[in-house]
């Protein structure tokens, strides 16, 4: 008997002690909970579409947020802000982000944006990295398309380019690619013809200038005049006096195929392709002084040439000339640049004389001849003579 209350016994005090801790346990965690309760507050969170219920004991929303399992990402816009001290019943929205890939020249940027549009998440990446994206420079996608999870943009940056094309020049931007591409891109079609200042194969690089200069060509045919020639034959009247026509000429008419090339409008080639004279001309003949004498009161004169002058007389007893020679009769004016100071002349109707003086008035082919009065110079009046240069 004693020894099964014995037995008993050691089979109760260490279930008493599993007891005593299973409701100390108990105690502390509902101790705890009301703690917690007494301080929890409620966020209400819209993310996703849905509203969910948060129940936290943190001071702060990203706190609250971030011991959350709604996994909120750093990119997520939160509001109000992250470090909004909680109220009760607070109401919390997250515009979530998306993870988007985005290449630069090669450079390769994961990141996640809130954008919308690709433009928006260009604007953002540009502002939190640095990377000073401009409109100009070149997107793999329209940049007002909706962005998607894991959205691949690809974006080549611009460089200025100079184009003189049809008169005008445009600076532009555009992404680096072969000058066949830039002007299939700015809508310049170039002509087989065509000229252009860099190789259509060379790929751009910044402030390169393309001119394209426009190269036309044009067929035509020219009608020009052949101009006739002047066949001399030797006559029996003095040397130097004007030619006297036989038969007059006419001039021929010569017809040109000609293909004329243009740059820009101008010409600067012309290739005959063809030519053939539609009418000869005609060579006008004249017969052409030859004779170098003349008789003269029984003698015999040899002259160089002869003149056909207009001319007049003067008297002016005492006066000198201006070579400085006394002026007496047979001392004559000239004009210089047609008969030389100095030269023996043979006047008809006055005889044999002198070119020793100049006059104001004696120009081209005019002659002045001295007479020892003035009655003998009014005789004379003006008349048209043959001056011979001996």
Not at 16 to 29: D, P
Not at 267 to 280: A, C, F, T
């Amino acid at each position: 008997m004693i020894s099964w209350e014995r037995a008993r016994m050691s089979v109760l005090i260490p279930g008493s002690r599993v007891v005593r801790i299973v409701l100390i346990t108990l105690t502390l965690l509902f101790v705890m909970m009301a703690v917690y309760f007494v301080n929890a507050k409620t966020l209400y969170v819209k993310v996703d579409g849905k509203m969910v219920k948060v129940l936290t004991v943190q001071r702060t929303i990203g706190a609250a947020l971030a011991y959350s399992n709604l996994k909120i990402y750093p990119e997520d816009i939160v509001s109000p802000a992250r470090g909004s001290f909680i109220e009760k019943n607070l109401a919390v929205e997250v515009k979530r982000s998306v993870p988007v890939k985005l290449t630069v020249d090669g450079q390769v940027i994961m990141g996640r944006s809130t954008g919308k549009t690709v433009a928006e998440v260009l604007n953002d990446f540009s502002d939190r990295y640095g990377l000073q994206l401009k409109n100009s420079d070149e997107v793999n996608v329209d940049r007002q398309a909706a962005v998607t999870a894991n959205m691949e943009i690809a974006v080549q940056r611009a460089v200025t380019v100079h184009l003189v094309a049809d008169g005008k020049t445009l600076d532009t931007e555009m992404a680096p690619r072969t000058v066949a591409e830039a002007l299939t891109k700015l809508g310049l079609s170039v002509g087989a013809k065509d000229k252009v200042s860099l190789p259509m194969d060379h790929k751009l690089a910044a402030d390169d200038r393309i001119q394209v200069v426009r190269v036309t060509e044009r067929i035509e045919t020219v009608r020009t005049e052949l101009p006739y020639q002047i066949v001399a034959q030797p006559a029996d009247f003095p040397l130097g006096l004007p030619d006297r026509v036989v038969s007059r000429g006419s001039n021929g008419l010569q017809e040109q195929t000609v293909k004329l090339t243009f740059e820009d409008g101008k010409e600067v080639d012309r290739e005959i392709l063809r030519q053939q004279v539609v009418r000869p001309p005609v060579n006008q003949v004249v017969s052409r002084g030859a004779q170098t004498s003349i008789s003269r009161g029984g003698k015999q004169i040899t002259f160089k040439r002869a003149y056909q002058m207009r001319a007049t007389a003067y008297s002016d007893p005492g006066a000198t000339t201006a070579t400085g020679a006394d002026v007496h009769y047979g001392v004559v004016a000239v004009d210089p640049r047609v008969i030389p100071l100095g030269s023996r002349l043979y006047v008809d109707g006055y005889g044999e004389a002198t070119a020793l003086d100049t006059g104001g008035a004696i120009k081209g082919n005019r002659i002045d001849l001295y007479m020892e009065s003035e009655e003998d110079a009014s005789a004379w009046g003006v008349r048209n003579v043959i001056v011979y240069v001996l």
